[in-house]
């Protein structure tokens, strides 16, 4: 540890540098925020809506299911519309109308000429910024309340159970009286109102640039993509090129080390799991049976974008609303992920330390039993709170938030708070005697206990945001919980766990994997943590913020060029002695991680990423095409491949049925890629194509939604799904098969052995 100084005090001014830069342009997006108005009020003196009816409109829409609804300012679900971009496009239409009134014409029989004086009229006053900040009051003209009311009217009916529009929420996966009170449904067209005001209305001395950097395309209104968004990209892009040329460079011009040689036979083999070790078996079958839950809510969701209300003509809606079943789909997807990866910290650490704490197994089931209580918890009163509409603070604190990804109740979070924390103690508290030896591994298992530590701690950051919190700083404190949490301490854990196991079999020379571990973590780190910001381009932020996040975003990719390089090497020293084979499948899972490293979250994550890119195709089917190939192909397989070298220590090795894996992973692979790009990929880009052309509210309307393309292409899904859910299925048969009674020359092969030697072997015994 102590020659790698200078690489930690690197990552040390790295990590300090960029979270100082992120809580600053933190602090910007608070201050540049769209301002929440007292009142809407036209210039005749009629109240449109009060600020207390934008407010609690926030409330309620994120009550009703929020982002697994549709979408406000591009985030959230693909089935309804995003409600920013719809308002914006409605009241455009309906001010449009009234105005053509006075050439006492119909707006189609308007000669050119007309058509521009109109069109001119509704952008300018759309866009004029008539805020007071005085008085905290918005002005609008007695023609553009008629306007807003005639839209209000309309999602009044939809959110209801008017008959009239009883085709299109179907369309949207919506049922009947989502919001049964009126009072409501009026909060709730206020706030769409104001979501679509910051969208078009000019910053304060501004011209020609939003609230949102005029997002989203609407040509009505004058939104077009702004000149920092073009310019921001090409840097973006130049950078990008340059510094891949750079490491490739470097790779190629390093001295490379001699590869490590393995030993004769399996150093694992014969030796004993402690019993905290065995306590960890129950987490992998829970594992699985989440992953298998998901992946039937992916196939109801999925559904659903055909059949709004039914699944093959079963009115499942009325037990299962889509609000429902994608929300789990999305929250269980984080479950199963992040419980493979806890449970693997638990295993190895009495593993690298060589000593059993006492009490440690109790600890062990105690958080088994605690993280069952909060999935089952949560994802019935989420289920509870919908179907029986028990309003906005059930749903804070209990129930479905409505952001995606995070959308269990705040109590429930609290205790996934408490219970992460306590993962820390145990990993901690086992691994100690590690820590505090010198040894050549030390570093790799300072890097685990750190991640972990982060893992717990900026759990914390799903706590931040409150039910009054402004919409922008929801989002901001949102993406530090989804994208530093899972997608950076989770994936610095895993990697470092992934090389201390390699190191162990020999496949890896120590020393190396100590140095390698710390630079890529500085690298990922260094495009990562500000990288953040490519998800907040448009929620309300300044320009700084696609500045920053185009460039660090690229810059996210840089290391992930190398990864596809570090998978091949990884297959071919599996393959150096007979012994390895026992391992192939769990190392075949890791080559998978950096295929889908590669594919998923480089090419399909950075063809969404530069401000250009995501200003046409935020919230289009474009991002889940990236976000499955990278949350399933990369995180999910990591964790796969995690749990398959655990269970390989904890049950005697004829019990392994490795002709079931071998089906199992390729057709967990081979599904996912049929999956997102005969039917995801397709989808998005046909949606970019309406984006483009005449608007975001067009690329998520009914019309191209239900298109016969659109509705073809998820049909595409269900050869991928098939193949990739017979994977999860041969998985869960190859975890049932352990669980045979071992015979009598098998039970004494052993499981895993201490890596401590005899003093370790005395520890396990004792924790026996």
Not at 421 to 430: E, I, K, P, T, Y
Request: aromatic letters at 12%.
């Amino acid at each position: 540890m102590s020659n790698n100084k200078g690489l930690w005090r690197w990552l040390a001014f790295i990590f300090v540098l960029s979270f100082g830069a992120l809580g600053y342009l933190g602090v910007q997006i608070y201050l540049a925020a769209p301002p929440m108005p007292a009142s809407v009020v036209a210039t005749d003196g009629e109240v449109v809506f009060t600020g207390a009816q934008v407010r609690q409109g926030q409330r309620v829409w994120l009550a009703s299911g929020g982002q697994q609804l549709g979408s406000v300012w591009g985030h959230g679900s693909y089935v309804a519309p995003d409600w920013s971009a719809d308002w914006l496009h409605r009241e455009a239409v309906a001010l449009g109308h009234l105005h053509a009134r006075a050439y006492r014409k119909a707006p189609a029989a308007l000669t050119p000429a007309e058509r521009g004086a109109l069109d001119a009229t509704v952008r300018d006053e759309m866009r004029r910024n008539t805020y007071d900040g005085a008085s905290g009051a918005i002005t609008v003209s007695a023609t553009r309340a008629r306007a807003i009311r005639e839209v209000a009217s309309h999602y009044d009916a939809l959110f209801g159970r008017e008959p009239a529009v009883a085709k299109l929420r179907e369309q949207y996966a919506m049922t009947p009286d989502t919001l049964p009170a009126p009072e409501d449904r009026q909060a709730l067209a206020a706030f769409f109102f104001w979501s679509a005001w910051a969208a078009a209305t000019d910053r304060p001395g501004e011209t020609g640039l939003s609230y949102t950097s005029n997002w989203p395309h609407e040509p009505l209104v004058g939104n077009t993509m702004t000149s920092a968004a073009a310019v921001w990209s090409m840097v973006s892009i130049v950078l990008l090129l340059a510094a891949i040329a750079a490491m490739l460079w470097l790779h190629g011009s390093r001295r490379h080390e001699a590869e490590a040689v393995p030993p004769a036979a399996d150093p694992l083999l014969g030796a004993v799991a402690t019993p905290s070790m065995k306590a960890t078996r129950k987490y992998f079958f829970a594992v699985i049976g989440l992953m298998l839950l998901q992946i039937a809510m992916g196939v109801v969701t999925a559904h659903y974008a055909v059949e709004g209300q039914s699944f093959f003509g079963l009115p499942l809606a009325e037990l299962l609303p889509y609000v429902v079943g994608r929300t789990i789909h999305t929250q269980v997807g984080i479950f199963w992920i992040a419980t493979a990866w806890l449970a693997t910290g638990l295993y190895i650490a009495p593993l690298l330390s060589g000593r059993e704490p006492r009490l440690q197994k109790l600890g062990v089931d105690l958080l088994f039993w605690a993280l069952i209580a909060i999935v089952v918890g949560s994802t019935l009163t989420g289920w509870l709170g919908t179907l029986q509409h028990r309003g906005v603070d059930f749903s804070f604190w209990l129930g479905n938030q409505g952001l995606e990804y995070t959308s269990m109740g705040r109590v429930w979070q609290v205790l996934l708070f408490a219970g992460l924390l306590f993962w820390v103690f145990l990993l901690g508290r086992a691994l100690w005697p590690a820590l505090t030896r010198p040894s050549e591994s030390r570093g790799l298992i300072a890097m685990v206990f750190l991640s972990a530590t982060c893992i717990g701690g900026f759990y914390a950051t799903s706590l931040a945001w409150g039910q009054h919190t402004h919409y922008a700083m929801v989002e901001y404190w949102r993406w530090w919980l989804v994208h530093l949490w899972v997608e950076g301490f989770f994936e610095v854990f895993a990697t470092a766990v992934v090389a201390l196991l390699f190191s162990r079999l020999g496949l890896v020379r120590t020393e190396s994997a100590n140095r390698a571990i710390i630079a890529e973590t500085i690298v990922f780190l260094f495009g990562g943590i500000l990288g953040t910001l490519h998800h907040l381009y448009f929620t309300g932020t300044p320009t700084s913020v696609i500045a920053v996040g185009a460039v660090f975003s690229a810059l996210e990719v840089v290391p992930l060029t190398l990864i596809g390089l570090e998978a091949l090497q990884t297959y071919r020293r599996a393959r150096a002695m007979p012994w390895l084979a026992a391992y192939r499948w769990p190392v075949m899972c890791f080559v998978a991680v950096g295929f889908w490293n590669t594919i998923g979250a480089g090419l399909l994550g950075f063809a969404i990423n530069p401000p250009a890119a995501l200003y046409y195709v935020q919230g289009l089917n474009m991002t889940p095409a990236h976000g499955h190939a990278a949350l399933f192909g990369v995180y999910g397989m990591l964790g796969i491949g995690l749990m398959l070298f655990c269970l390989r220590g904890l049950y005697a090795r004829q019990l392994h049925a490795d002709a079931l894996l071998r089906p199992a992973f390729w057709s967990l692979n081979i599904g996912l890629a049929m999956m997102v790009f005969l039917s995801l990929l397709p989808a998005g880009i046909y949606q970019a194509w309406a984006s483009v052309t005449q608007g975001l509210w067009y690329a998520r309307s009914a019309e191209i939604v239900h298109s016969r393309v659109m509705e073809t292409l998820v049909w595409m899904r269900v050869p991928g799904d098939l193949v990739f859910a017979a994977g999860a299925v041969l998985l869960a048969g190859y975890a049932l098969r352990l669980l045979r009674r071992p015979t009598v020359l098998q039970a004494a092969a052993g499981t895993l052995a201490p890596a401590a030697g005899s003093a370790a072997a005395a520890a396990h015994a004792a924790g026996r």
